[in-house]
């Protein structure tokens, strides 16, 4: 394990006040988004779709590094050249999604566990041919009546910190996703109690099975209220019971915290992360940034519809987010950019 290389890379992906970008939804995921907008769920159309998005002029000034899915991280643009290229000529570093989906956790009504440990070790070798320099998994967490559950929580845990020592030892550094979903009408509380349990649960883990904190990151969920919950917290309090979680929970030696969206619209994604920036950047021992999926592309998703002629306005729309949210990485986001 060449651990300077994966604290240079862990660096690397959280480094020059920048953030991440997620376009590593599965082939189902990305089908059923482009269902709802009529795109035709086609490989040809996906790829089309994700050429958009690397292609878009000046990513490179938002972002330091891009997920990227199984399918995607072997396609090309029109031109011929790969993704991987294309991405790393932007400076952005290539990450890969590894896991295989949360699948129902037996004997545990409601909950889930991520699959994909199987195999993982050549998986891994073959990605990082390919050029990808770190990884993703991420694990679900259900907030409900009685759950979630202490197995659901330590089972996860202890498969995240599998996938992170894995991919330590082939030279990727590890993103570890473990994320409390926002659906529901849970209060903002739960959700505190929820991801403190797990956030305690998966560092304790990566601890026990001797994964390098220097070179991993980690992508929570933020600290919310259910989506359904007559109570809707401003930003400042979501930056607030956020913040004391990750204090509580996360290791100064980790380099970067990188958070998910969730389902958050995207300016409230951009509004949350600007208030825990503006509030406690200076008091932080982490930088915290963004690993965004749904709040950068979505806009872009609606503009582009499929359609050719529709690209430079999705793409306008694509950087203009990655705009906003690197500006909220560094406090400096107000909804005048909007
Ligand atoms: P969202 O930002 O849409 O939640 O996606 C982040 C992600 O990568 C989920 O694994």
Redesign the pocket.
């Known amino acids: 394990m060449n651990v300077q290389a994966l604290i240079d890379t862990a660096n690397a992906l959280v480094a020059n006040e920048k953030g991440l970008l997620?376009m590593?939804e599965s082939t189902s995921t990305c089908n059923q988004r482009f269902a709802k907008l009529g795109i035709p769920q086609t490989e040809e159309y996906r790829r089309n779709y994700r050429e958009l998005i690397v292609t878009t002029a000046g990513l490179g000034n938002c972002l330091n590094g891009a997920?990227l899915a199984d399918e995607t991280i072997r396609q090309s643009a029109r031109d011929g050249t790969p993704f991987v290229k294309s991405l790393n000529g932007a400076r952005i570093i290539a990450g890969i999604?590894v896991d295989q989906g949360a699948k129902d956790l037996a004997a545990h009504p409601g909950e889930k566990i991520t699959e994909g440990l199987d195999g993982l070790r050549e998986r891994l070798a073959e990605y990082f041919q390919l050029g990808a320099r770190f990884a993703?998994w991420?694990a679900v967490i259900v907030i409900g009546a009685d759950i979630p559950s202490r197995s659901c929580i330590e089972t996860n845990a202890s498969t995240l910190a599998r996938y992170a020592a894995l991919c330590q030892e082939a030279g990727l550094v590890p993103i570890v996703?473990p994320?409390v979903l926002m659906d529901g009408a849970h209060t903002l509380a739960q959700c505190y109690a929820a991801t403190e349990q797990t956030l305690v649960a998966v560092f304790n883990q990566l601890y026990l099975q001797r994964v390098l904190l220097e070179g991993m990151i980690l992508?929570p969920n933020m600290v919310l209220p259910g989506i359904e919950c007559a109570t809707q917290q401003t930003a400042n309090e979501v930056a607030d019971a956020t913040v004391k979680c990750l204090l509580r929970t996360v290791p100064a030696a980790v380099p970067g915290i990188a958070f998910?969206?969730?389902?958050q619209s995207a300016q409230l994604?951009s509004a949350r992360l600007n208030a825990m920036n503006v509030r406690y950047k200076s008091r932080l021992p982490w930088s915290v940034t963004f690993?965004?999926?749904?709040?950068?592309q979505q806009p872009a998703l609606e503009l582009w519809r499929g359609e050719e002629a529709n690209v430079p306005a999705a793409q306008q729309a694509l950087y203009h987010r990655a705009q906003c949210n690197t500006a909220a990485r560094r406090g400096e986001y107000t909804v005048a950019m909007e």
């Open positions: 997620a590593d997920i999604k993703k991420r996703e994320e992508k998910l969206s969730g389902g994604a690993s965004y999926s749904r709040a950068i």
